[in-house]
C-alpha cells in the first residue's frame, strides 16, 4: 500500500536529504515514490520522520498551514498570551503574506518562547521567504527547507506537548492532515 501525495516533484532521495532524516539511500530504490516512503515511515512506527519528510514535500506555505492546522488543533489548553499572539501572527501571515508580518512573526517567536509549538511555527514563517538578515543589510535568502523543517517541529511539538500517551494517534491525525493538504489519498 502506499500514500498518493498530488503535485509532489521531488524524488523520495531529495526529500530525504531536505528533511535530514537518517535513512539508508542505497536501500532505497531510485524509483520509490514519496508516498511509498512515507507510508513505509508511518508503517514502521517512525512518525516524527514521517512529518518531518511529509513537511519537506511540500511549499514553504503549505508546511506553514500545515503546521497552523496541527497546532490549533492537537496543542494543549492554557497557551500563554505570548505564545497566543505568535499564533495569530501565523494567522495573519498565512491569510496575507508580507515582509512585516514575516518578521513581526520571528519577534514573537522569541517571546513565544521557539521551545513551544506556537513559538515554533512562528519562527518557520520567518523562514518562510525575503531575507533572513536584518534591515537594512544585504538579502540573504532563508536556507532551503529550514522553514518546513522548522514547521514540522512545530507540528512535534504539537503532538507531544499534550497526552504523550496518545503520540502514535495524534501522530497519525497530523500526517493525515498534511496528506490531505497536499490533495493526496490513503489514511495512515
Given at each position: 500500500?502506499?500514500?498518493?501525495?498530488?503535485?509532489?516533484?521531488?524524488?523520495?532521495?531529495?526529500?530525504?536529504?531536505?528533511?535530514?532524516?537518517?535513512?539508508?539511500?542505497?536501500?532505497?530504490?531510485?524509483?520509490?515514490?514519496?508516498?511509498?516512503?512515507?507510508?513505509?515511515?508511518?508503517?514502521?512506527?517512525?512518525?516524527a520522520e514521517?512529518?518531518?519528510?511529509?513537511?519537506?514535500?511540500?511549499?514553504?506555505?503549505?508546511?506553514?498551514?500545515?503546521?497552523?492546522?496541527?497546532?490549533?488543533?492537537?496543542?494543549?489548553?492554557?497557551?500563554?498570551?505570548?505564545?497566543?499572539?505568535?499564533?495569530?501572527?501565523?494567522?495573519?501571515?498565512?491569510?496575507?503574506?508580507?515582509?512585516?508580518?514575516?518578521?513581526?512573526?520571528?519577534?514573537?517567536?522569541?517571546?513565544?518562547?521557539?521551545?513551544?509549538?506556537?513559538?515554533?511555527?512562528?519562527?518557520?514563517?520567518?523562514?518562510?521567504?525575503?531575507?533572513?538578515?536584518?534591515?537594512?543589510?544585504?538579502?540573504?535568502?532563508?536556507?532551503?527547507?529550514?522553514c518546513q523543517?522548522?514547521?514540522?517541529?512545530?507540528?512535534?511539538?504539537?503532538?507531544?506537548?499534550?497526552?504523550?500517551?496518545?503520540?502514535?494517534?495524534?501522530?497519525?491525525?497530523?500526517?493525515?492532515?498534511?496528506?490531505?493538504?497536499?490533495?493526496?489519498?490513503?489514511?495512515?
Open positions: 500500500m502506499a500514500i498518493q501525495l498530488a503535485g509532489v516533484k521531488a524524488t523520495t532521495h531529495e526529500l530525504i536529504g531536505a528533511s535530514e532524516i537518517e535513512a539508508d539511500l542505497d536501500s532505497i530504490a531510485e524509483s520509490t515514490m514519496p508516498g511509498e516512503f512515507l507510508y513505509s515511515l508511518i508503517a514502521s512506527g517512525q512518525l514521517g512529518v518531518r519528510f511529509l513537511s519537506c514535500a511540500m511549499t514553504p506555505a503549505q508546511a506553514i498551514a500545515w503546521a497552523y492546522k496541527c497546532v490549533r488543533s492537537l496543542v494543549r489548553e492554557g497557551a500563554t498570551e505570548p505564545q497566543k499572539k505568535a499564533l495569530a501572527a501565523v494567522e495573519g501571515w498565512l491569510s496575507s503574506p508580507d515582509d512585516g508580518k514575516r518578521r513581526a512573526a520571528k519577534g514573537l517567536a522569541d517571546e513565544a518562547p521557539l521551545a513551544s509549538p506556537e513559538g515554533c511555527i512562528a519562527m518557520a514563517v520567518f523562514f518562510a521567504e525575503g531575507s533572513i538578515s536584518p534591515e537594512p543589510n544585504p538579502a540573504v535568502p532563508p536556507p532551503p527547507h529550514v523543517r522548522i514547521a514540522a517541529g512545530a507540528i512535534v511539538y504539537a503532538v507531544v506537548s499534550d497526552k504523550p500517551e496518545k503520540s502514535a494517534e495524534r501522530f497519525r491525525e497530523a500526517v493525515n492532515m498534511g496528506i490531505a493538504l497536499l490533495g493526496g489519498k490513503v489514511s495512515v
